[in-house]
Each structure stands twice: as C-alpha cells, then as structure tokens.
C-alpha cells in the first residue's frame, strides 16, 4: 500500500502506478465497490469531487428519513389525542433543533463511511475525475494526477434531479429534491411537482408539519411504476391526510411573486390557479456524466443519458474493464441505494476474479416512506398479465388482523402468484407482493426472500407469524391462495 500513500513528491502517474481499480463517485454504489475490491486484497483508489457518501447520505435518503421520523412523532401526537385521549399538544416544531439533529446522523454516518475506508486501506482522492482511457483516469486535485487501473475503472457518479424548462431552483422559493430539506423554514404551503417516490413522501413530511400541501402528477395515478391498489390505497391515505393530489395533470406555467409561487395546473377538468409558499420539483433523476469525457475511453451514453452496460451479469461496458454501477445504469436497475450496493458487490467481485452471482433487478424491494408507506417486491398485476401468465392475486386489508385495527391508518397486503393449477389454484411462484400502511417498510424483506427464492403460497403458509403484528396479514394472504384461509377477502 505504500505507493498509495506516498508523499508529494512524484507524479500523479508514478503514485498511482500501483492501483488496480479506480472508482470514479463515492456514493452508495463507489464506496461499496471500492469496500469490497480492499477487502479481497485489491488496491483502490476513490476519486470523489464532493463527499464521500453521496446523495443518498447527505440530500436524500438518510436526511429525509430523518424528518420523515421526526414527522411521524408529529402526527403520534395527533393521533394521541384525536384517537386514544391522550390529552396531547404540539407546541410548535423548533426547526433549528430537527435540523441539528438530522444532521448530526448526518454526519456520524458520514464519518462512519470515512473511517470504514481508511481502515480499509482505500485511498480517496478529493477531486473531479475525467477518463484519459480504457485504463486511465486524471483527478483533479493536489494529490491527484494521472492514475492507471490494472483490473479496471468503475463509473459511479450518481444522479441529480431532472429540472423543468423555465424553473431555475433557488434553493428557498423554487426547490429541487437535493434542497428542499435544507431551505430556510417550515412553510406554511407548498406545491409539490411529481408523484413518484420523492414527491410523495416530501408532500407526506410537510402536511406532517402543518403546511397545505397540493401534490401533482403527470401519470394517471400517483406512484405509476407500482401496482394500480398501491396507488389507490396511497392516494386514498393521503387525501384523507388533507392532501389535495392531481393525477393527469402538469404544470403549464409559474411565476415568482412576493409570497412564493402562483402555478397554474393543467388537470382533466381544466386550469387551474395554485398559490404556494414554496415549489417542490420532484420530477425524477437524472444521469450524472458530465466531465467525465467517456469518449476518451470509447463509450458513450444512450439517448437517455444512461452508460450501459455491454454484460449485465458483470455490469461490464462495451470497452473490457470499465463497469457501471448505480444511477448510471438504464433500467432494469431502479436507481436506488440498496441495489447500488449489491451492484458494488459484484463489480468488486468480479474485478478481483471471485465468483459473483449477477444482481437481480427484478427483487428488488421498492419503498416510499411516506405516512401511509408502500412496499413491493416482484411483479405487479398489470405486469404479470401482461406477460401472459395467469396469476391468482388476493388483497388483505391490515385491518383483517388485530394489530392493524390497533395502528388504525388502514393498508393493505396484496399478494400475486401463478395459477398454474387446476381451478385456478395458486400453486405456482409468487410473482409480487404490494403493501400499504404502517412499518411496511421493515415488512417488506420477508416478502423479497419469498419472491426472490420462487416460493409457492404453499410454502410460505406453513410457517407461523407471531400474533398480534402487521405480518400476519402477509400469512394470512397467503394462507388464503394455498386453501388455507381463516379470513377470506
């Protein structure tokens, strides 16, 4: 290790002479690639230009889930009082103190990142980097320079969010989901653009603290990529929340006025005029490449701005030894942090020459962490019958088991598996589970091993679910598709 970790003196080329792989972005999926690659014997070098940890750590999933906590202990609040009377108030939500506390997690688990990869060996470099070849990158920086890859070079540089034409982000009035935790203050209303995952559980934080929030969405339905019951129940939980949503509909024009925004909305039944204290912009993501010159390797993005991979199974381009992993990846990778790492795992494995099996996109688990929640894995109805399979599907709704009517927030369990038997049995796989409603985000790696593995509602029915919880809806669902059911729904 000592070459990585020379003094100045040298080029860039001659201290980085002895790198086996370099890892161009240190979120999720570059700093697991790069763990991983050090812990089988590989010399790594990280080129990260911001910090270590990337989005995911500092602007999007840990900092949100923080608020989104603190957001739940509001409404318990509510839920106190209204529901089990608890003679409860919430004074007020001093917004200084949440916010040093989300970012006090914040921070120790970024240090937690860097400690685990200077103990690791791992050399980060703090700097842009830029490809000079299919084995050569340059990172800008004092201790950068020219480096060589012996086994190859990783392409993990992230995403940002996808802006819409004529809204420049200001960081306070018009916001991107990378900012909108960190503006100034709680406001009082807020408009949020796009009902995908982001959307929804930023609409879900701020009606959580107070604000009038109005929540629009191109698609015919909030969270389109899910199953269509997901969507219902989630809408339905929000509108009873006091959310107005709009589905089929898109923002023809805003203006910045005094008090923030004035919107028109383009809906089914024609315009109209939405004035908000603040404008969310929650329209998706986008690829991060630029600087990176691909060129100068012999790669090129598609027409989406993707890097494709040439070899999924080894998430290998076209040029031999530089992989991609994370939010460079086109579908069928989801472009979220727990695949990012899985992804990480098996270009580190497969550059170190250790046998690795190929990720499957297709089990991965989905979760919004609004209030109520979603979780899935697998397939959707609509996919399935799609595809031509017959499919056996059955819906349970939480509240069929005791500890749902306790949460009282409604939800469902739906549960869609092949019909490969006569009559129309569910003795084939289950293609995909869907959940609604409360803690379904910690329910849901249950249903990930059940799909993943091809389990048959038979299989999964044998086995006992403790009593009282949330799961034994999931049981019971799939008690019902083995002939088994005690409730039928």
Request: hydrophobic share 40%; net charge negative; proline share 5%.
């Amino acid at each position: 290790m000592s070459d990585m970790n020379s003094g100045g003196t040298g080029t860039g080329a001659a201290r980085g002479g002895g790198t086996d792989v370099i890892v161009i972005g240190g979120g999720t999926g570059g700093y697991s690639t790069a763990l991983r690659a050090a812990s089988l014997g590989l010399r790594v070098v990280l080129a990260e230009r911001d910090l270590v940890g990337g989005t995911c750590l500092h602007r999007g999933c840990i900092p949100s889930k923080a608020m989104l906590h603190a957001a739940e202990l509001v409404d318990g609040i509510a839920e106190a009082r209204e529901r089990w009377g608890v003679k409860a108030t919430l004074d007020s939500v001093d917004w200084g103190a949440l916010t040093a506390t989300r970012d006090d997690i914040v921070t120790r688990n970024h240090r937690g990142v860097e400690g685990h990869l200077e103990r690791a060996g791992v050399r980060v470099v703090r700097g842009s980097a830029r490809l000079t070849g299919p084995r050569s990158v340059y990172i800008e920086a004092p201790d950068g320079g020219e480096f060589t890859a012996r086994r190859g070079i990783v392409l993990a540089t992230g995403s940002r969010p996808r802006l819409l034409p004529g809204l420049v982000p200001d960081g306070r009035t018009v916001v991107t989901s990378d900012d909108a935790l960190f503006a100034p203050g709680l406001p009082d209303s807020v408009l949020v653009l796009g009902g995908g995952a982001i959307g929804v559980e930023y609409a879900s934080f701020h009606r959580s603290m107070g604000a009038r929030v109005t929540l629009v969405e191109a698609a015919g339905r909030l969270l389109p990529l899910e199953d269509e019951d997901v969507s219902r129940h989630l809408a339905r939980g929000l509108k009873k929340r006091g959310i107005t949503v709009r589905t089929d509909s898109t923002l023809a024009g805003a203006e910045v006025t005094g008090s923030g925004v004035r919107a028109t909305v383009r809906t089914r039944g024609g315009e109209e005029t939405v004035e908000a204290e603040r404008l969310l912009v929650a329209v998706g993501r986008v690829p991060v490449t630029d600087g990176l010159d691909l060129a100068a390797a012999g790669l090129a993005t598609d027409a989406r701005g993707f890097v494709p991979p040439a070899d999924w199974s080894r998430l290998e381009t076209a040029v031999p030894g530089i992989h991609v992993v994370g939010d460079l990846l086109p579908p069928p990778s989801p472009g979220l942090a727990h695949a990012s790492f899985a992804e990480g795992l098996l270009v580190a494995e497969t550059l170190a020459g250790v046998p690795s099996r190929p990720v499957d996109h297709a089990t991965v688990p989905r979760v919004t962490y609004s209030s109520p929640q979603t979780a899935s894995v697998g397939l959707t109805e609509a996919e399935a019958r799609a595809r031509g399979l017959e499919v056996r599907v059955n819906t349970m709704p939480l509240t069929a088991v005791a500890k749902g009517m306790v949460h009282g927030q409604g939800g469902i369990v739906k549960v869609v598996a092949a019909a490969d038997g006569a009559g129309g049995e569910a003795t084939g796989a289950v293609l995909g589970v869907h959940l609604v409603g409360p803690h379904v985000s910690e329910m849901i790696a249950e249903s990930q091993l059940i799909v993943a593995w091809d389990a048959e509602p038979s299989d999964v029915a044998q086995h006992i679910h403790a009593h009282p919880t949330l799961s034994e809806a999931v049981g019971e669902a799939f008690l019902t598709l083995a002939g088994r059911g005690l409730h039928q729904h």
